[in-house]
């Protein structure tokens, strides 16, 4: 992952979009992933993490 956000991607949750670099207000968005086809999956990752957590915590 490149260590500077404005060459990250990021999933807007407000809006479902996915943007280049850091462009919406940090509390409207997930990130910074990788590539744009990890950013289109923040939802699906958000929920896979909390079932691991909540997994986790039953332990």
Do not use: C, F
């Amino acid at each position: 992952m490149a260590d500077d956000e404005t060459q990250q991607w990021w999933y807007n949750h407000k809006t479902g979009e996915v943007e280049y670099g850091p462009q919406s207000l940090g509390s409207d968005r997930d990130g910074p992933y990788a590539t744009e086809a990890d950013a289109r999956r923040a939802p699906e990752i958000a929920r896979e993490r909390a079932r691991a957590w909540a997994a986790d915590e039953e332990e």
